[in-house]
Nanobody
């Protein structure tokens, strides 16, 4: 079983920054889809940023220019740097890793991000 654990969430004022981390218990280079999603109260889980070897990194329009996806293959960790945070960024943020050839995918438990005065 692969373990995926997010951290770094918290309460931040509008305009502030947070960096989320997602630690994976297996070598992340075997996974061909790495992504961050978020789910606000009463809403569906939406894609924030994703990375594939062929397609590179893509962002939701709502976070372009403010959020940055990165990964550290030595530490088997994904990151999401979030700048210029807005109240509408408030959500639980989840990490997803997927290996298409093996038909396996793993979610983390999520980390709460609250943007408020």
């Amino acid at each position: 079983q692969v373990h995926v654990a997010e951290s770094g969430g918290g309460l931040v004022q509008p305009g502030g920054s947070l960096r989320l981390s997602c630690v994976v218990s297996e070598n992340i280079v075997v996974f061909d889809y790495l992504a961050w999603y978020r789910q606000a109260p009463g809403k569906e889980r939406d894609l924030v940023a994703s990375h594939t070897p062929a397609g590179g990194t893509k962002y939701a329009d709502s976070v372009k220019g403010r959020f940055t996806f990165s990964r550290d293959t030595d530490q088997n960790t994904l990151y999401l740097q979030m700048n210029s945070l807005k109240s509408e960024d408030t959500a639980v943020y989840y990490c997803l890793i997927r290996e298409v050839s093996m038909s396996r995918a793993y979610w983390g438990q999520g980390t709460q991000v609250t943007v408020s005065q």
